[in-house]
């Protein structure tokens, strides 16, 4: 099937795009973008946009009308302006290319990607029922998950990033040195500042810390959207969690599966800390 696109939402040359593969965290790439000219912020519909492949037929209708008030926002908002999506490449709408903007993509590896999602769904109680370990591990490595197979996921953007103003980050590299990494955002958005500023981000965007604030660990959401009691929103927040999830026969069959689909990528994810 085609790719279709909502046309009606247009991108201004200095928009900034931040995008990520589901359960990337990407609340420590967002907060350098708090600055006094790029303080027009909204989230970019994930779903409402456009729509390549739907593995849960009728799902996002109940969304509908938040994510077309979430374009409109995004429309009205003046330059520069900040959006938030988990879109692939194929689904953005064609003025972000032909404007030349600027974009953030976080990437997490693929098993740790899976066990995060995977939790996710069991405690969002807007997506389907992701069933047992087994069953998930199945449908993860088909593709039919929310936004699409990782692998093509990710394949888009990595391909894309010398083309075009892409920063491409690695989740893992947050967790390892979030000072360099925040650095690097601050440089591509060709802003300073100073070592205070920097040392506070990384202190207000540790894990344990967003674990802790409201405006991050989504304790306010209502219990029969996000249901905590089954698992938290910010969970665990590491690397390499996948190891305490994969049975050695999953492990093998997936390094199998990553060498075929990623195949002539030369993208190297690190799997453990």
């Not at 405690?123 to 929310?146: A, C, H, R």
């Not at 990782?150 to 990595?158: R, S, T």
């Not at 300073?192 to 344990?208: A, H, K, P, R, Y």
């Amino acid at each position: 099937m085609a790719p279709t696109y909502h046309t009606d939402t247009k991108s201004p040359t200095k928009s900034v795009s931040l995008l990520k593969v589901p359960c990337a965290s990407d609340t420590v790439v967002f907060e350098p973008l708090q600055l006094p000219s790029l303080e027009n912020t909204a989230l970019l519909p994930w779903n409402a946009l456009s729509v390549l492949t739907d593995p849960w037929p009728g799902l996002w209708a109940a969304n509908f009308q938040l994510e077309l008030e979430g374009v409109e926002k995004a429309n009205t908002m003046p330059s520069p302006r900040t959006l938030r999506t988990h879109l692939p490449t194929q689904l953005l709408p064609p003025s972000f290319w032909e404007n030349n903007c600027k974009f953030l993509y976080v990437a997490r590896n693929a098993k740790d990607c899976m066990v995060s999602y995977y939790h996710f769904q069991r405690m969002n109680q807007v997506l389907p029922d992701p069933g047992t370990w087994e069953e998930y591990f199945e449908t993860f490595i088909s593709g039919k998950v929310g936004w699409g197979s990782w692998f093509d996921h990710v394949k888009g953007w990595w391909e894309i990033k010398d083309r075009y103003q892409v920063l491409f980050l690695f989740y893992e590299d947050m967790k390892r040195d979030p000072k360099c990494e925040i650095q690097k955002v601050v440089q591509f958005m060709g802003k300073s500042l100073d070592e205070t500023v920097l040392d506070e981000i990384v202190q207000e965007t540790s894990f344990e810390k967003m674990k802790e604030n409201p405006m991050t660990n989504r304790s306010t959401v209502p219990k029969f959207i996000l249901d905590q009691s089954i698992s938290p929103f910010m969970r665990k927040g590491t690397v390499g969690d996948w190891k305490n999830h994969f049975t050695v026969a999953q492990n093998e069959r997936f390094d199998e599966i990553y060498r075929q689909k990623m195949e002539g990528i030369s993208i190297n994810f690190c799997m453990e800390l």
